[in-house]
């Protein structure tokens, strides 16, 4: 099975932007569809952004028009551009993987097999 590792996570100002990187070993993202959720303390898992197998992404409301998801796959990585943060941003970030999974599903995380350990993104003014 595939190990997912997150990283570039921080504690930046509210306005500022970090970029994530999903990377896979052990296996690649091929036929995968990869999203990714966070989780805080005051919240539930909430799913933020997802990439299907065919490049196609699907955005979350409460971040469409500041992050964007995109991929490389010669180097199975999956990365998360967040922009314009604010502190409902905060929280763990985990990536995972969706086989076979089709556009609409993508925000379900019912239908991913594999998560990485996380990186914590605090915003704080």
């Known amino acids: 099975q595939v190990q997912l590792a997150e990283s570039g996570g921080g504690l930046v100002q509210p306005g500022a932007s970090l970029r994530l990187s999903c990377v896979a070993s052990g296996g690649t993202f091929s036929g995968n569809g990869v999203g990714w959720f966070r989780q805080s303390p005051a919240k539930e898992r909430e799913f933020v952004a997802g990439?299907?197998?065919?490049?196609?992404?699907n955005i979350a409301n409460a971040a469409k028009g500041r992050f964007a998801i995109s991929r490389d796959r010669a180097k199975n990585t999956v990365y998360l551009q967040m922009n314009n943060l604010n502190p409902d941003d905060t929280g763990v970030y985990y990536c995972?993987?969706?086989?076979?999974?089709?556009?609409?599903?993508?925000?379900?995380?019912?239908?991913?097999?594999?998560w990485g350990q996380g990186t914590q993104v605090t915003v704080s003014s």
């Open positions: 990439i299907n197998q065919s490049g196609s992404s």
């Open positions: 995972g993987t969706c086989p076979r999974c089709i556009w609409s599903s993508l925000p379900s995380a019912r239908y991913y097999d594999s």
